[in-house]
């Protein structure tokens, strides 16, 4: 059975940071790109940043210079270190997984982490 579980989420001031992990099972991680994507109230979901199983990398421009994704085949978990964080990057944050980076649409989900930015 597939599993992506994320934790790391939580309330921070604006300008300060948050790491996102997607713990994984059920399929061969080191075969699979990961993607964050995320979803502020009112708004479409939009891919954050993508890693390739080859460790090729896509960073939405707007967050390009503050968030990095990072992978750690050993341990089967993705990461995302968010940095400078802005209001605007209030939302529920979701990890996926699929052969390759989708910006559409992932095969697999998890069932997200919220990321609330406010002072």
């Known amino acids: 059975q597939v599993q992506l579980v994320e934790s790391g989420g939580g309330l921070v001031q604006p300008g300060g940071s948050l790491r996102l992990s997607c713990a994984t099972s059920g399929f061969t991680f080191e075969t699979y790109a990961i993607g964050w994507f995320r979803q502020a109230p009112g708004k479409k979901r939009e891919e954050v940043s993508c890693i390739t199983s080859d460790g090729s990398l896509y960073d939405a421009d707007s967050v390009k210079g503050r968030f990095t994704i990072s992978r750690d085949n050993a341990k089967n978990t993705a990461y995302l270190q968010m940095n400078i964080l802005k209001p605007e990057d209030t939302a529920v944050y979701y990890c996926?997984?699929?052969?390759?980076?989708?910006?559409?649409?992932?095969?697999?989900w998890g069932k997200g982490t919220l990321v609330t930015v406010s002072s």
């Open positions: 996926a997984a699929d052969r390759k980076c989708r910006p559409l649409g992932m095969e697999y």
